[in-house]
């Protein structure tokens, strides 16, 4: 058998058992054919195979994003950027919204997104007057950074038909200064407007494309869409997928923002079934979500907040109806996930797992944990004994690590995000970004996995770093292992799919503190060329 494509020359970091790091890799179709030296793989060359010269930088296996949100990243590219430090004020908000305005029809939705009070020079959200006194004659919705909070102009109020009168619904504040609303949502008042402000399907797949073209760049091969918009969102990505209008692998979550618990009830009642997947896009895990954000700061935790004595964050469902769900989604053979940020949700997720798995015993499920962002030496006892996959983002870090220690303090910030304890107890856990959240690059993903440093300099949680090596495995073999697919992809060896990225330079030899600066040159899916810088 001849190659159609061989790489030489190089450090390839194959991701196997034993992380061997090796030369060359040769290519047929969608499948890797040699892994080995430069002389072992040149028994494969033949006059028509193409040669790549990787002179001494990395080859890698594709990176596997195991949460981001694909169709909000879409839709947030589309929309006003309002993150800081390019935004300071809530003047400066209001200015980009008044221009944007400018450039949609008029009564046309105004999105914006990425905003964190905390960083405001008022130090404190935008609201009703603000966004109304910017953009009057259309609907507004401006979604903070953690989006768990929005805030909404008086257009976007009478869509939704809040009022003054209207109450928060349960697990959710609908904001209000006086008995007079102020346009701030946060968390299940704020799910509810989403559906106001649904985008229509012309701007999801517009959004999806801009998505795709930009996640590709950064290396990423496959990700875990962990929902959004519902069934439009699922519709319309499987058509996407399936035409090959984008190149990513989808593992799709059953997950809305809108209606969640309805959403996911008819395919609890449906079940698992193995025709809903395709060679692109397969189906993944039933998802809850029961607690906040870790920057809002809403996640609930065991202990009052540092920056709050008040204040121990938000449970968006109680435990006797999170039980309800796992039972009957375990039962029906779904692969269970659930944000659970607070150790105070992470510790009602597993008590509802180890209800399910004691009641309809199941080997090898893995359920997820998405998040699981604060946790202590009893909740990790648990995830290992449960079999448990957790999905940290340690690039929050970078962007809300200062905040982190402000709201929750120095001693449940050193367990936040804790993957040098996952790799300790032999836990499998999953990297990812949660993009749009923070960033989607799987490179400072990495970064802040090995330095746990914040965008202004700050170390944190430092005994919770863990190597080069480990942090790509992260973002390569286990994520595949959280979709079942380790026997496929997620490490170079032969028989896997061709689902490869060449670095800048070699990822072993940077100094750990410049890995964020290394760039993807190539992105290779399924034996294709799909990306080159």
Known sequence: MKADIIFTNGKVLTVDANNRVTEAVAVKGDEIIAVGTDEQVAAFRSPDTKVLDLAGKSLVPGFIDSHLHMAIFGMNILAVDCRSPGVKSVEDIKSLLREKAK????????????????????????????????????????????????????????????????????????????????GVMFENAHMNMMKTALPSEEELRNAITRANKILISEGITQLHDSGGYGQIQVDVMRKMSESGEIDLKIYNFFFSFIENLEYIDGYIKKGYSEELNSAKFKIGPIKLMIDGSSSGPTAATLEPYTSNPNDNGIMTMEQDQI??????????????????????????????????????????????????????????????????????????????????????????????????????????????????????????????????????????????????????????????????????????????????????????????????????????IDGKIVYQK
Not at 478 to 485: L, P, V, W
Not at 506 to 518: F, Q, R, V, Y
């Open 103 to 182: 450039t949609v029809p008029k009564g046309t939705w105004v999105r914006g997104w990425g905003y964190d009070q905390s960083k405001l020079a008022e130090n404190r959200h935008p609201t009703r007057d603000d966004l109304d006194e910017a953009v009057p004659d259309h609907p507004v919705i401006l979604v903070r950074a953690c989006a768990h909070i929005s805030v909404h102009n008086s257009k976007s109020l009478e869509l939704g038909g809040i009022t003054d009168s209207t109450p928060s619904p349960e697990g959710g504040i609908i904001g209000k200064e006086g008995g007079r609303l102020n």
């Open 323 to 524: 039980d309800d769900y796992v039972m009957r989604a375990h039962k029906a053979g779904y692969q269970i996930t659930c944000h659970a940020v607070g150790d105070r949700a992470v510790t009602a997720i597993l008590d509802a797992f180890e209800k399910a798995l004691t009641a309809f015993p199941a080997e090898n499920r893995r359920h997820r944990v998405e998040h699981c962002a604060i946790i202590n030496a009893d909740l990790l006892a648990r995830i290992k004994k449960l079999g448990i996959v957790p999905v940290p983002q340690p690039i929050f870090l970078y962007e809300f690590g200062d905040g982190y220690m402000r709201n929750y303090g120095e001693k449940r910030v050193s367990n936040m995000f804790a993957c040098k304890s996952y790799f300790d107890n032999e836990i499998i856990c999953a990297g990812s970004s949660d993009c749009p959240i923070t960033f989607s690059n799987p490179l400072l993903g990495m970064h802040l996995a090995v330095n746990r440093v914040t965008q202004s300099g700050q170390a944190i949680s430092q005994n919770q770093r863990v190597s080069i090596e480990q942090a790509l495995r992260m973002f390569t073999y286990n994520g595949s292992y959280a979709c079942f697919q380790e026997t496929r992809k997620g490490s170079i060896e032969t028989g896997k799919v061709a689902d490869l990225v060449m670095l800048s330079e070699s990822l072993l030899d940077c100094a750990p503190d410049k890995i964020k600066d290394i760039q993807v040159e190539m992105t290779m």
